[in-house]
T-cell receptor, first 113, second 114 residues
Framework: RKEVEQDPGPFNVPEGATVAFNCTYS??????FFWYRQDCRKEPKLLMS???SGNEDGRFTAQLNRASQYISLLIRDSKLSDSATYLC??????????????FGQGTTLQVKP | EAQVTQNPRYLITVTGKKLTVTCSQN?????MSWYRQDPGLGLRQIYY???????DKGDVPEGYKVSRKEKRNFPLILESPSPNQTSLYFC?????????????FGPGTRLTVL
């Protein structure tokens, strides 16, 4: 099993659609979770951190399910500008003394007019 | 402007010719890291550094070296590059160690080893 696994897609959706991505992780000790956005082989940029209670930022909602070891990202009212690759990122062992991060391979979203 | 810079941005070299990719950040961040990105494999961590003179291996450290003599710089060294090191490389920095929050990535270095 991969350490962090995502469905690579692509997800092709019309503007205005709601789309959800899931990401599973294998290490139950992981403590920190993030979603990054990457445009066309440019540098990744933080979209949002994922907290146990779930968190929302405008049209974006992130959720964490520790029991099932997955995190999700929901995008409502998709815009053309949301087209990108979304990377799931997990801090590997949960220790505050290591900096090892594991990235999923990314899920590609294409929003069509 | 707060940023992470990498040089060179593009490099084509030949097998065995030592090279260094520089990385510099002007945000006084403690944590820095190197990644490589390959199609179908995503971003994989090569090395990271929690602070000056403190470095540790990531997932794919073989064939690479790093150093952290100053807080702002974290060069990636390929002593004897091979074609399987052809990849897109990103440097990143973060203000916090351990539970790294926002990582700021450099623009990337596209390396081709012939």
């Amino acid at each position: 099993r991969k350490e962090v696994e995502q469905d690579p897609g692509p997800f092709n959706v019309p503007e205005g659609a709601t789309v959800a991505f899931n990401c599973t992780y294998s290490n139950s000790a992981s403590q920190s979770f993030f979603w990054y956005r990457q445009d066309c082989r440019k540098e990744p940029k933080l979209l949002m951190s994922v907290y146990s209670s779930g968190n929302e930022d405008g049209r974006f909602t992130a959720q964490l399910n520790r029991a099932s070891q997955y995190i999700s990202l929901l995008i409502r009212d998709s815009k053309l500008s949301d087209s990108a690759t979304y990377l799931c990122v997990v801090n590997w062992d949960g220790s505050s003394n290591t900096g090892k991060l594991i990235f999923g391979q990314g899920t590609t979203l294409q929003v069509k007019p | 402007e707060a940023q992470v810079t990498q040089n060179p941005r593009y490099l084509i070299t030949v097998t065995g010719k030592k090279l260094t990719v520089t990385c510099s950040q002007n945000m006084n961040h403690e944590y820095m890291s190197w990644y490589r990105q390959d199609p179908g494999l995503g971003l994989r961590q090569i090395y990271y550094s929690m602070n000056v003179e403190v470095t540790d291996k990531g997932d794919v450290p073989e064939g690479y070296k790093v150093s952290r003599k100053e807080k702002r710089n974290f060069p990636l060294i390929l002593e004897s590059p091979s074609p399987n090191q052809t990849s897109l490389y990103f440097c990143a920095s973060s203000p916090r160690r351990g539970f790294t929050d926002t990582q700021y990535f450099g623009p990337g270095t596209r390396l081709t080893v012939l």
